[in-house]
């Protein structure tokens, strides 16, 4: 399929404007720093949903825990916090699973 030249000058607009991946974890790492529990939650989220480059349930089970902690908590609906929190839990073991198995084939070799 050729792309018409309008088609072609809207996807190197999307290119231009995408921000980097680091820029963009930054921007959520100094926002959650205020203690923020939207802030914290958007920087959960992103640990586990892949729009960031650095993912990592652990930390993002710690956001949850601190916006549990944080005032202003019911702000953000207990479903949403569990629905990150669940999601964070299965990626957890699906890590610890994938290091058992890289442990596993490292000591067959």
Known sequence: MVKTLDERHAESERVLTKQAPCE????????AETG????????????????????????????IERIRNAEGYAEIPDEELAIVERKAKKRQ???????????????DA
């Open 36 to 63: 923020s529990p939207e802030a914290l939650f958007a920087l959960a989220q992103a640990l586990i949903d892949n729009s960031i480059e650095h993912q990592d349930p652990d930390e993002a089970l710690l956001c």
């Open 93 to 107: 073991h699906e890590l610890g699973e994938a290091q058992q198995l890289e442990y596993m084939h490292n000591q």
């Open 24 to 31: 963009t974890e930054a921007e959520y790492r100094k926002a």
